[in-house]
Protein backbone atom coordinates (compact mmCIF):
# COMPACT_ATOMS: atom_id res chain seq x y z
CA UNK A 1 0.00 0.00 0.00
CA UNK A 2 1.64 3.30 -1.06
CA UNK A 3 1.99 5.47 1.99
CA UNK A 4 -0.92 8.30 2.28
CA UNK A 5 0.01 12.08 2.17
CA UNK A 6 -3.61 12.85 3.54
CA UNK A 7 -3.52 11.56 6.95
CA UNK A 8 -4.17 13.90 9.60
CA UNK A 9 -1.78 11.88 12.60
CA UNK A 10 -2.17 12.98 16.33
CA UNK A 11 1.60 14.13 15.97
CA UNK A 12 0.00 16.76 13.74
CA UNK A 13 -2.54 17.96 15.81
CA UNK A 14 -2.19 20.67 18.88
CA UNK A 15 -3.99 18.95 22.23
CA UNK A 16 -2.39 20.59 25.05
CA UNK A 17 -3.70 24.03 26.69
CA UNK A 18 -0.28 25.33 26.86
CA UNK A 19 0.01 25.26 23.25
CA UNK A 20 -3.17 26.76 22.50
CA UNK A 21 -2.28 29.51 25.20
CA UNK A 22 0.96 30.43 23.41
CA UNK A 23 -1.17 30.56 20.35
CA UNK A 24 -3.73 32.97 21.46
CA UNK A 25 -0.89 35.00 22.85
CA UNK A 26 2.00 35.12 20.25
CA UNK A 27 -0.15 34.37 17.39
CA UNK A 28 -2.50 36.12 14.93
CA UNK A 29 -6.24 35.58 14.23
CA UNK A 30 -8.18 35.66 11.73
CA UNK A 31 -11.88 36.26 11.52
CA UNK A 32 -14.39 35.12 9.60
CA UNK A 33 -18.32 34.31 10.08
CA UNK A 34 -18.36 30.38 10.95
CA UNK A 35 -14.74 29.92 11.93
CA UNK A 36 -11.78 32.08 13.89
CA UNK A 37 -8.34 30.86 12.21
CA UNK A 38 -5.16 31.62 14.42
CA UNK A 39 -1.69 31.28 13.12
CA UNK A 40 1.55 31.13 14.96
CA UNK A 41 4.78 30.77 13.17
CA UNK A 42 7.08 28.46 15.08
CA UNK A 43 10.69 28.12 15.51
CA UNK A 44 12.20 24.42 15.19
CA UNK A 45 9.30 22.38 13.82
CA UNK A 46 9.16 21.38 10.64
CA UNK A 47 5.44 20.20 9.93
CA UNK A 48 2.63 22.34 10.57
CA UNK A 49 0.30 21.63 13.89
CA UNK A 50 -3.33 21.86 13.73
CA UNK A 51 -5.36 22.13 16.80
CA UNK A 52 -9.65 22.12 16.68
CA UNK A 53 -11.73 23.99 19.11
CA UNK A 54 -15.67 23.71 19.51
CA UNK A 55 -17.25 25.27 22.68
CA UNK A 56 -21.03 24.41 23.67
CA UNK A 57 -21.67 27.84 21.45
CA UNK A 58 -22.12 25.50 18.58
CA UNK A 59 -24.81 23.03 19.69
CA UNK A 60 -24.79 20.21 21.61
CA UNK A 61 -22.58 16.93 21.22
CA UNK A 62 -23.86 15.73 18.33
CA UNK A 63 -23.55 18.62 16.24
CA UNK A 64 -20.18 19.88 18.16
CA UNK A 65 -18.83 16.33 16.55
CA UNK A 66 -20.08 17.13 13.13
CA UNK A 67 -18.53 20.25 12.83
CA UNK A 68 -15.08 18.89 14.19
CA UNK A 69 -15.37 15.70 12.07
CA UNK A 70 -15.83 18.00 8.66
CA UNK A 71 -12.95 20.69 10.11
CA UNK A 72 -10.82 17.48 10.62
CA UNK A 73 -11.39 16.55 6.71
CA UNK A 74 -10.97 20.24 5.34
CA UNK A 75 -8.06 20.54 7.30
CA UNK A 76 -6.90 16.77 5.89
CA UNK A 77 -6.83 17.42 2.58
CA UNK A 78 -5.06 21.13 2.51
CA UNK A 79 -2.16 19.86 4.83
CA UNK A 80 0.19 19.06 1.67
CA UNK A 81 -0.42 22.74 0.52
CA UNK A 82 0.16 24.34 3.65
CA UNK A 83 3.71 25.96 4.62
CA UNK A 84 6.44 24.20 7.01
CA UNK A 85 6.41 25.16 10.63
CA UNK A 86 3.06 26.54 11.47
CA UNK A 87 0.91 26.31 14.29
CA UNK A 88 -2.65 26.51 13.22
CA UNK A 89 -6.45 26.56 15.40
CA UNK A 90 -9.59 26.46 13.73
CA UNK A 91 -12.27 28.15 16.37
CA UNK A 92 -15.48 27.47 15.21
CA UNK A 93 -18.41 30.29 15.96
CA UNK A 94 -21.73 30.05 17.03
CA UNK A 95 -23.15 29.31 13.52
CA UNK A 96 -20.76 26.62 12.52
CA UNK A 97 -23.44 23.90 12.91
CA UNK A 98 -25.66 25.05 10.98
CA UNK A 99 -23.69 25.45 8.06
CA UNK A 100 -22.78 23.17 5.19
CA UNK A 101 -19.73 21.02 4.81
CA UNK A 102 -19.30 23.80 1.35
CA UNK A 103 -19.51 26.51 3.25
CA UNK A 104 -16.96 25.39 5.89
CA UNK A 105 -15.01 24.57 3.36
CA UNK A 106 -15.16 28.13 1.39
CA UNK A 107 -14.45 30.07 4.68
CA UNK A 108 -11.29 28.09 4.94
CA UNK A 109 -9.90 28.81 1.91
CA UNK A 110 -11.02 32.40 2.51
CA UNK A 111 -9.05 32.50 5.90
CA UNK A 112 -6.29 30.34 4.87
CA UNK A 113 -5.78 33.30 1.53
CA UNK A 114 -6.09 35.94 3.81
CA UNK A 115 -3.21 34.62 6.38
CA UNK A 116 -0.78 33.23 3.50
CA UNK A 117 -0.58 30.29 5.15
CA UNK A 118 -0.50 28.14 1.70
CA UNK A 119 2.64 27.18 -0.32
CA UNK A 120 2.92 29.45 -3.36
CA UNK A 121 2.85 26.53 -5.48
CA UNK A 122 -0.59 25.84 -4.29
Keep these: MPPNRLR ?7 CR ?20 LSVLRSDGETASR ?23 EIVRSARPDLKAGLWLALIAREGAGRASFQALRDEWAQL ?8 PCS
Design 8 to 14: FPKAARL
Design 50 to 72: IGLITSRRVGGAVVRNRVRRRLR
Design 17 to 36: AGEFAKLKREGRSFHGKLVV
Design 112 to 119: AQRSAILS
